[in-house]
């Protein structure tokens, strides 16, 4: 169960790979071109999304792991035993194993399912919010067209071009960077006056 960035998952950052910024029709069109896969593996955020992933992923392994030990000491028990077991314990023993050898497909079908519900999830939520800031970019640089480099149909692009690095710095710096909003703490209630002594 290798974790992979799924397809149309940020692969295609909006259509067919394509932001398209207003601009003016008299102007020479400015082209772009960033590199996705490097946002999500180098950016502070995106090295945080696949860590979440890669921890689902071993929690599934892990599982993966002990229920095909348990199906493996099964079969040996049936191989070494077989012989000398009861018919009723025999054909417990084979039940079993028949049951165990189903729950394991099962889990690997559920278990390859939630990964990629995983990684749809984090890779979304990261698409999010890198979105506006490759358009930022893209406006503050003059560019008018941006493209996917590897997933637009694009043959060549200049690496002058290139805005990736561009994108994960501000992006590291303005998302990934700013500091979380705290709630206030409640100011504490003034202190009633003491009741005048009396005399």
Aim: aromatic share 4%; net charge positive.
């Amino acid at each position: 169960m290798k974790a992979s960035l799924p397809s149309g998952v940020l692969a295609g950052l909006v259509l067919g790979g394509l932001v398209a910024l207003p601009a003016s029709a008299q102007q020479a069109q400015k082209i772009g071109v960033i590199e996705v896969q490097r946002i999500v593996q180098e950016s502070a955020i995106g090295k945080e999304s696949l860590a979440r992933v890669q921890r689902s992923q071993a929690q599934k392994q892990d599982e993966l792991g002990k229920r095909q030990k348990e199906l493996r000491d099964l079969e040996e028990k049936l191989q070494t035993q077989g012989s000398t077991l009861s018919d009723d314990a025999k054909e417990k023993l084979q039940k079993d194993y028949q049951q165990k050898a189903l729950d394991l497909k099962r889990f690997q079908d559920d278990a390859q399912r939630e990964l990629e519900e995983v990684q749809r999830k984090e890779l979304g939520e990261l698409e999010k919010r890198v979105m506006p800031v490759i358009e930022k970019v893209a406006k503050e640089s003059g560019y008018s067209l941006i493209f996917n480099k590897y997933n637009s149909g694009l043959l060549f692009a200049d690496q002058a071009s290139d805005l990736t690095d561009m994108v994960i710095q501000k992006f590291n710096t303005e998302i990934a960077a700013a500091p979380k909003t705290e709630a206030k703490p409640t100011p504490a209630a003034p202190a009633k006056p003491a009741p005048p002594k009396k005399n």
